[in-house]
């Protein structure tokens, strides 16, 4: 090997077949190319112990099990079990599976897109350091700041959100007590090791998945006659109209289902910290897939199937869990019991998306920091691992949101910083198809194979994949400008609008606010880093994909079960 690794040199590959650079390792490739420069990660030790060296840095410790989990779990909540039923009620069973479906479509597409560079430049940063070395500094500046922002946002919005669930029990307890309690178990993570916050990940989404099987497992038995005449089945297919409020409808749904679908770009902020990035990063993209098909999209066939969208229940604004049109297809049956495990459940996804949004938020800050986006402070690590001064700033600013919810000022406050991180994943799901043809534009302007390397994660429709994301997410983020200029229940206005679209002038403020005092430009494809941050499989890592590859298929499934 070694012998052969001497014989490999730039010149040989670019006078390669395109067979003949497949056959190249990576481990024989790291010749090619500078070493990795500003090494981000303590190294594990082969065993799984303490990191080697340097010390104070981010440590890849999550394994295969808790990237998989939080692929497998994340953003099952409030979404999924109350915001379906502000769907159906709004875009009826036609548009609730044609917004649903388009979203769930666009998500799977941005999971491999983004999976194809993280594979590469699997960094804490993630799409955000890719959009800035590919692209523009300043998309990556705005794009970060938003979801920066808006992360921090949705640990305070989970949390507001506890005291309603509870109130299904009871209501005298004061909002704060609650709050508190939320705010220690989300916080309280982040003080101890990263493996806590991972452990904690897993066996909450283990939990959450588990019963959201349970739910729509019962949900499947009612759809196929159990309660009897007691529901109306196929009442919106059947005897309403398809489309009471219009394209406007459907339009609205675009919205509705990113929240409760979005948030995958936690996966490749995680990966950052995984310790086999190629290994684990498409294993959650078919984890993706099983909870869109699972879950999202049979979720919405069952209850366009058992509520009709005129129920008086699901018409209930008040967002609580009796509104949740699970609940109400269950109670209708005469089903008492599992109403107050889904409430739980809903509990146990508001600590674990918080949670989640919490770890979101300090790494991106950490990153940003280390490319000088940020006070040069928060990229600091302590001993552990952690990024003590990014935890920091980032519980005081959640602990503030949260609490402000109790007065009725900081509540209508609130409600507008909250916005925010209802249109992020807009701009996200934009920049990564567009990093990623830059990525690719790179690539082939610097005579780097990185994509043609034996066992490259590459995505299999460029570039249709990146243009088709694009384009759609485009479409979805100007039909949510179109409802929030004229909504479908309230008079159009200013105010009404930035409830949900305060990110856009956000996004572009700090974008031109960046380039114009930075005076950035695009970025020359000739001399886009593609160094930086850049993992190269080992040996051992090499041996472990070609034993999995030369498995049969049955053994390969089973291996994501078996973690």
């Keep these: 090997m ?70 497998l779990g994340a953003n099952i909540g409030s979404g999924v079990y109350i915001s379906s039923g502000k769907a159906l009620r709004y875009g009826s069973a036609p548009g609730m599976l044609i917004g649903y479906g388009m979203i769930c479509t666009m998500a799977m597409f941005m999971m491999n897109l983004l999976s194809e560079a993280q594979c590469l430049f699997p960094t804490s940063g993630s799409f955000i350091d890719h959009a800035s070395r590919f692209v523009d500094p300043a998309l990556g500046f705005a794009l970060g700041f938003c979801e920066w922002f808006g992360a921090l946002t949705v640990v305070a919005a989970e949390g507001s959100v506890v005291p309603i669930v509870i109130s299904y029990w009871n209501s005298s307890v004061p909002d704060a007590a609650w709050y508190t309690i939320y705010l220690v178990v989300v916080l309280g993570q982040h003080v101890l090791p990263n493996r806590v916050f991972a452990e904690f990940e897993f066996f909450t989404g283990a939990l959450k998945v588990t019963i959201t099987f349970i739910v729509l497992f019962v949900m499947l038995i009612i759809c196929g006659g159990y309660g009897g005449d007691a529901v109306e089945r196929g009442y919106n297919y059947e005897a309403l109209s398809a489309f009471p409020n219009g394209f406007k409808g459907i339009a609205i749904v675009f919205l509705l289902a990113a929240w409760a679908t979005g948030g995958q770009e936690i996966i490749g902020i995680s990966s950052g910290e995984a310790r086999f990035p190629r290994w684990e990063l498409p294993r959650a993209c078919k984890n993706l897939f099983i909870r869109i098909v699972l879950i999202y999209l049979s979720a919405c066939i069952y209850i366009t199937v058992l ?219 000739k001399t886009a880093d593609l160094v930086s941050g850049r993992r190269y499989l080992t040996e051992e890592e090499i041996a472990i994909l070609d034993d999995y590859y030369q498995k049969p298929m049955w053994r390969r499934l089973l291996s994501y079960v078996t973690f």
């Excluded at 000088?372 to 990014?390: E, L, N, T, V």
């Excluded at 005081?396 to 402000?404: A, F, N, P, Q, W």
């Excluded at 206005?493 to 572009?508: G, K």
């Design 307 to 525: 509520v009709p969208y005129t129920d008086p229940l699901l018409l209930n604004s008040s967002g609580t869990i009796a509104s949740s049109p699970f609940v109400i297809a269950m109670q209708k049956v005469g089903i008492k019991v599992l109403p107050d495990i889904v409430n739980v459940v809903l509990l146990i996804g508001l600590a674990g998306i918080g949670s989640e949004s919490m770890f979101t938020a300090s790494r991106i800050q950490t990153a940003m920091a280390r490319m000088g986006m940020m006070p040069a402070i928060f990229g600091k690590i302590d001993s552990q691992g952690r990024p003590i001064y990014s935890n920091i700033a980032c519980a005081v600013v959640s602990i503030v949101m949260t609490y402000i919810n109790t007065s009725a000022g900081g509540a209508t406050a609130f409600t507008w910083f909250s916005s925010v991180s209802a249109t992020t994943t807009f701009f996200a799901w934009m920049t990564i198809p567009i990093t990623n043809w830059f990525m690719h534009r790179a690539l082939k302007a610097q005579n780097d194979p990185a994509l043609q390397l034996k066992h490259a994660f590459r995505i299999r429709w460029y570039p249709f994949a990146p243009l088709f994301l694009f384009f759609t997410t485009l479409f979805a983020f100007v039909c949510t400008i179109y409802t929030s200029a004229s909504p479908i229940s309230d008079p159009p206005s200013a105010e009404t609008f930035f409830e949900t679209m305060l990110c856009l002038p956000l996004f572009v403020a700090a974008f031109l606010g960046w380039k114009i005092w930075h005076k950035t430009k695009l970025q020359d494809p």
């Design 2 to 71: 070694a012998d052969m690794e001497k014989k490999v040199g730039v010149a040989d590959v670019d006078s390669a077949s395109p067979a003949d650079v497949n056959s190249i390792s990576c481990a024989q490739y790291v010749n090619l190319v500078p070493n990795e420069q500003g090494e981000e990660y303590a190294r594990e030790t082969a065993g799984g112990g303490e990191p080697v060296v340097p010390k104070g840095q981010l440590r890849r410790s999550f394994t295969t099990r808790h990237v998989q989990m939080i692929a």
